[in-house]
C-alpha cells in the first residue's frame, strides 16, 4: 500500500523536467528566439526564462482573447443583461449589494408568484451574487464606482479568462505544458462555453465552469499527491462549486465513480484514500452550509452514490490493513465473513429506508438525464424547454467543431499511458458526452472536457511528428538515413501545417458562431431591411417600462412564465408565475386562463387578483418567438391539473389534427383568451405587400376571427412594432349580471 | 464465528457440484475498452437520444414540381433537428477523423516495412482529409449560411 515512488521529492522532479527539456533543445537544435546580434548579446535569456515567457505569453494571449470574444453584443447594442434567468439573478444581487447578506439569506419576495411569494434565501444558489456584490464592493472600496448593472455583465467574460488559467493548470496536472496551453488556446473560444458566458449573460453557468475545473485541478492534484492540504482545498473548491451552480450533482457522482474505478482496476491507494475520505467529509459538511441544499447529501438518491463509496473505501482500506496483519487462511475466513455481513446489511438498511420515504428517488430533472424519455412522458414543464431538448449532431459540431474529431484521439492517447489521473480525465470525457447527448444545456459541461482532450491530442501528434523533423545542424554532418521511411521530413512538415490549418479553421469558426450566433440578447432584436439597414426592435423594455410608469405600484401583471423574471426586474410589479417553475398548479391555472373564453378567464383573473395581462405577439414582425407559438404548451400544462381537466389539446387542432389560425382553425381555438388578445384590432393591419389585412407572418396565414371586441379586458398599451400587448382587465360591472 | 456460519448448514445440504467462473471471462484491456467508447461515441454524437425521443424519419421527402416525391438528405435550416441518417453519417466521418489521427500515430512505430508505413500514413491522412472536409460540407449543407 505505501509506494516507494511517492516519496520522490518534488524539487527532484522538477529539475529533472527542466534536464530533460534542454537535452531536447539540444537535439532540434533550434531555439525558440533566434540569434540576438552581438551588441544584445546581455538579452540572450536561457532556455528556462525563454519557456516561461512562452507561457505567459500564450496564457495572457488567451486570457485576453476570451474576455473580448465574448463582448460583441456589447458592442453591437449596449451593455444589457440578456434573455431571463439573469434579470432575476440581476435583481437578487442588486438586493444584496443594497441590502446585506443576512437580508439576502432571509429574503421573503412578495412580488412573485402572487398570493403564494416565494422564499429567495433558501431556494437559489447565491454564488454568483455573492461572488458580483463581493466584486461589486471591493471595487467601490478603491473607488472605482461602477454601477452593479456593469459588473453582472462582464463578470462572467472575466470569469472565463480566470477558466482559461485554471484549465491550463488541469491539462498541465493531465499530462505536460505542452497540452496545457494548447487547451488553454482552446477553451478561450470554444463555442460551447460561449453561448452561456457572453457579457450579458449573468447567470450560473457562468463562474460554475470555473468552480468545476478549479475543483477537478485540486481533485488531480489530491490523487496524485495524496496530500490532506490539496485535498482540503479541494472540498473548499466543491464548497463554492455547490454555491454557484445545481450541476455539482455531476462532481458528487463523477468523483466517487472515479474512485471506483481505481478501485475496480486495482488502483487503489492510500493516496485515493486520503484525497477521497476528505473531499468527501469536508466538501459534504461544506455543502450543507447552503441553505437550498440543505440535508440532500444525506437523504437523496442523487448523493447516496459518493456515501456508498465512501463506506467502500474504508472497507477497502481497513482490508488492505488486516492482510498484511493477519495469515491468509485467518484472512480468507474473516473476509468471508465481514462481506457477507456488510453486503446483507446494507441492502437491507438501503431498501428499508427508500421504502419508508427517508432516502428520496431521484428528482425529475436529474432522473430525466438518466431515463430520456421520463420529462416527455410526465413533466411538460421540465420537456418543454428548448434548452431540455436532446442534442442533434449539428449541434455538436457547431459548437465545437474541430474537437468533435480530436477527442476520441485524445481519450486514445490516454488509454495507452493508463494512470490514476487519466482515468478520471476518461471518466469525465465520457460521461459528459453521453450527458451532452441528453440535453442540449449540458454541452456547457462538455465544452471544457473537449479542449482538455483536444490539447492532449494535439500536442501528442505535434510531439511525434516534431521529432521527424531534420535537424539543421551545423555541427554535426551525418544523417541517419531511415530505409523503412521514405519522405520523413515532408511527411512531418504536411502533418504539422495540416494541424495548423485546422486549428485557423477552428478560430475562425468559432468567431462566427459567437458573432452570429450567441451574441443575441434577446431582449432587443435587430433585424436587417432590404436595403441592408438594421432595424432595431426594442419593444421589451419599452413594455416594461410603460408598465413601471403608467401602473399603480400594487398592480397584479399576468403573463406566461417566460416573462415573469423580467417583469419583476424592470417594470417592479407583482406578476403572478415566472421562469422558477416551482408551483406547476399555479402555472397550470395561468395556462387555464389563457386557454379558456373571456368569460372562464375572467373568473380565473378576479380569483387571482389580476389587473394587467402582458401577451408577446410576433405576427406583425414576423418574431417566431411568441405566445401563440408557445400557446400549446399552455393548453398541455393547463389540462395537466384537476381544474383544467376540461381542456383537452385535441380541441384546439383542426379535425386533420393541424394547429392553424386561420378560418379552418378550430373554434375553440379561436375563441380563446389568447387568441383574442394577440389579434384585437390586428384584422385591420396590412402587414405584407399582396397579402389581406390580417395577415400572420409567423404562422403564413390571413387569421380566421378578425372583428371581435373584448368583453373583460380593454387595451392599455401595444408597443411599436405590436411585440409586446398590455391588457387591463375590466372591474365587474356596477350593477351585477 | 464458525457457531454463526453451521445455522443454515444445520437445515440446508451442500450439493457436490463445482462452479468454475470461465476462464474466457477477463477483465477487458484498455484498448478493448477504448473500442468500446469510441462505439458509444459514434451513438452518442450521431444524434441517438434525439432519434429516440422526438423520432425524427430516417430522411425527408419533399415535392418537386412534377408532384414527384424527392427525398431530403439534410434538415436544413435547424442546428437543433436532424434525421436518423444525416446523423448517423455523420458521427461517423467525427469517428473517422479520430481513427486517421491514431493511425498517424501508430505509423510512426519502429520495425515497420516501407510498404506498411505507407500504406498507415495514405491511410491517415485520406481519414483525416475526408474527415474534416466532409464534416465542414455537411454543415453547409445543413445551414445555408454557414460561414457568411
Known amino acids: 500500500m505505501y509506494d516507494k515512488k511517492d516519496h520522490f521529492p518534488t524539487i527532484y522532479k522538477f529539475c529533472r523536467s527542466q534536464f530533460h527539456f534542454v537535452q531536447a533543445q539540444r537535439r532540434f537544435g533550434f531555439t525558440i528566439f533566434p540569434a540576438f546580434p552581438k551588441w544584445l548579446g546581455i538579452y540572450r535569456i536561457s532556455i528556462e526564462k525563454q519557456e516561461t515567457l512562452l507561457k505567459l505569453i500564450v496564457l495572457s494571449a488567451a486570457a485576453i482573447l476570451s474576455f473580448s470574444t465574448r463582448l460583441f453584443a456589447v458592442l453591437r447594442f449596449e451593455s444589457v443583461i440578456h434573455e431571463f434567468d ?105 463555442p460551447g462555453y460561449i453561448s452561456r458566458s457572453v457579457a450579458g449573460s449573468y447567470d450560473n453557468e457562468g463562474i460554475a465552469i470555473f468552480c468545476m475545473l478549479l475543483t477537478y485541478y485540486m481533485w488531480v492534484k489530491a490523487v496524485k499527491t495524496g496530500s490532506l492540504f490539496w485535498s482540503t482545498l479541494c472540498a473548499l473548491a466543491y464548497f463554492y462549486m455547490v454555491s454557484s451552480w445545481g450541476g455539482y450533482v455531476f462532481l458528487i457522482n463523477l468523483i466517487p465513480l472515479h474512485v471506483l474505478t481505481l478501485m475496480v482496476t486495482g488502483r487503489f491507494s492510500h493516496r485515493i484514500y486520503v484525497a477521497y475520505s476528505t473531499v468527501y467529509v469536508l466538501g459534504t459538511i461544506l455543502s450543507m452550509q447552503i441553505s437550498f441544499v440543505g440535508f440532500q447529501p444525506v437523504q437523496s438518491s442523487e448523493h447516496m452514490a459518493a456515501f456508498g463509496v ?32 456488510v453486503v446483507v ?9 427508500t421504502a419508508l420515504g427517508k432516502i428520496s428517488p431521484w428528482t425529475g430533472r436529474f432522473y430525466s438525464l438518466l431515463d430520456p424519455s421520463y420529462a416527455k412522458n410526465n413533466i411538460p414543464i421540465i420537456a418543454s424547454v428548448s434548452e431540455h431538448q436532446p442534442t442533434s449532431w449539428s449541434s455538436f459540431y457547431f459548437d465545437l467543431q474541430i474537437l468533435v474529431l480530436l477527442c476520441p484521439v485524445g481519450l486514445y492517447f ?118 441592408g439597414s438594421r432595424i432595431i426592435f426594442d419593444d421589451f423594455r419599452e413594455a416594461y417600462y410603460w408598465l413601471r410608469q403608467n401602473t399603480p405600484e400594487d398592480a397584479k401583471v399576468m403573463s406566461w412564465w417566460d416573462y415573469g423574471y423580467q417583469i419583476t426586474a424592470m417594470a417592479n410589479r407583482t406578476i403572478l408565475v415566472d421562469n422558477n417553475t416551482w408551483n406547476n398548479t399555479h402555472i397550470s391555472r395561468v395556462g387555464q386562463a389563457m386557454s379558456s373564453p373571456e368569460d372562464k378567464a375572467y373568473e380565473i383573473m378576479r380569483e387571482l387578483d389580476v389587473s394587467y395581462v402582458l401577451v408577446i405577439f410576433g405576427g406583425l414582425t414576423g418574431y417566431a418567438s411568441d405566445d401563440i407559438n408557445k400557446f400549446l404548451w399552455m393548453v398541455r400544462i393547463g389540462g395537466s391539473t384537476d381544474k383544467g381537466s376540461h381542456i383537452k389539446e385535441a380541441d384546439y387542432f383542426t379535425p386533420q389534427g393541424e394547429f392553424r389560425v386561420d378560418r379552418e382553425g378550430s373554434p375553440v381555438l379561436l375563441n380563446c383568451l389568447m387568441y383574442k388578445m394577440c389579434y384585437y384590432r390586428f384584422g385591420q393591419v396590412y402587414t405584407e405587400q399582396g397579402k389581406p389585412s390580417g395577415y400572420d407572418r409567423v404562422r403564413n396565414a390571413e387569421i380566421g376571427n378578425k372583428d371581435f371586441e373584448l368583453d373583460v379586458l380593454e387595451e392599455a398599451y401595444t408597443t411599436e412594432h405590436w411585440i409586446v400587448r398590455i391588457y387591463k382587465v375590466k372591474d365587474l360591472n356596477n350593477r351585477g349580471a | 464465528m464458525e457457531t454463526i456460519y453451521k445455522i443454515p448448514f444445520a437445515v440446508l445440504e451442500v450439493p457436490p457440484i463445482k462452479i468454475k467462473k470461465p476462464s474466457f471471462i477477463r477483465i477487458p484491456t484498455p484498448m478493448v475498452v477504448f473500442g468500446m467508447v469510441l462505439f458509444s461515441y459514434f451513438l452518442v454524437t450521431g444524434g441517438i437520444v434525439y432519434d429516440v425521443i422526438v423520432e425524427p424519419p430516417s430522411i425527408g421527402s419533399t ?30 466521418l467525427f469517428v473517422l477523423g479520430g481513427i486517421g489521427f491514431v493511425v498517424l ?44
Not at chain 1, 499530462?175 to 488556446?185: E, F, N, Q, R, T
Not at chain 1, 446494507?346 to 431498501?351: E, H, L, R, T, W
Not at chain 1, 459541461?445 to 545542424?473: E, F, H, K, Q, W
Not at chain 1, 512531418?492 to 475562425?508: H, N
Request: glycine content about 6%.
Open chain 1, 86 to 190: 439573469p434579470y432575476f439573478n440581476f435583481r437578487s444581487t442588486k438586493y444584496l449589494a443594497q441590502e446585506g447578506f443576512y437580508s439576502f439569506h432571509n429574503w421573503f419576495d412578495s412580488r412573485a408568484w402572487y398570493p403564494l411569494g416565494r422564499i429567495i434565501g433558501g431556494t437559489i444558489y447565491p454564488g454568483l451574487m455573492v461572488t458580483a456584490a463581493a466584486l461589486y464592493h471591493v471595487l467601490h472600496a478603491v473607488n472605482i464606482t461602477i454601477d452593479v448593472r456593469e459588473v453582472c455583465v462582464f463578470l462572467a467574460p472575466l470569469f472565463s479568462s480566470l477558466t482559461v488559467l485554471v484549465t491550463y493548470y488541469l491539462t498541465k496536472e493531465l499530462k505536460d505544458v505542452g497540452s496545457g496551453l494548447v487547451a488553454a488556446a482552446m477553451i478561450s473560444i470554444v
Open chain 1, 310 to 341: 465512501f463506506g467502500l473505501c474504508q472497507i477497502h482500506a481497513f482490508v488492505d490493513y488486516l492482510r498484511s496483519k493477519l495469515t491468509q487462511q485467518q484472512f480468507d475466513a474473516l473476509f468471508r465473513f465481514l462481506a457477507t455481513v
Open chain 1, 345 to 353: 446489511v446494507s441492502v437491507v438498511v438501503g431498501a428499508a429506508l
Open chain 1, 414 to 531: 490516454c488509454f495507452s499511458k493508463l494512470n490514476d489521473h487519466n482515468i478520471f480525465i476518461i471518466l469525465y470525457g465520457v460521461t459528459s458526452v453521453y450527458f451532452a447527448g441528453v440535453m442540449v444545456r449540458l454541452m456547457l459541461v462538455l465544452a471544457p472536457v473537449m479542449c482538455v482532450l483536444s490539447g492532449i491530442a494535439v500536442t501528442g501528434i505535434l510531439s511525434v511528428y516534431m521529432r521527424n523533423l531534420d535537424v539543421i545542424d551545423t555541427k554535426t554532418r551525418k544523417k541517419k538515413v531511415d530505409t523503412s521511411y521514405p519522405v520523413k521530413n515532408e511527411i512531418a512538415t504536411f502533418v504539422i501545417l495540416m494541424m495548423t490549418f485546422f486549428l485557423i479553421t477552428y478560430t475562425f469558426h468559432s468567431t462566427w458562431v459567437t458573432a452570429e450566433a450567441y451574441s443575441s440578447p434577446s431582449i432587443v432584436l435587430s433585424a436587417s431591411q432590404h436595403d
Open chain 2, 63 to 92: 415535392t418537386d414540381e412534377f408532384g414527384h416525391s424527392r427525398p431530403v438528405a439534410f434538415m436544413q435550416y435547424r442546428v437543433n433537428g436532424q434525421y436518423i441518417m444525416e446523423g448517423l453519417a455523420s458521427s461517423f
Open chain 2, 105 to 148: 500515430d501508430k505509423a510512426n512505430l519502429t520495425g515497420l516495412s516501407r510498404l506498411q508505413r505507407t500504406m498507415l500514413l495514405t491511410l491517415g491522412f485520406f481519414c483525416v482529409i475526408a474527415a474534416f472536409f466532409g464534416s465542414r460540407i455537411f454543415m453547409t449543407i445543413k445551414l445555408p449560411g454557414y460561414l457568411k
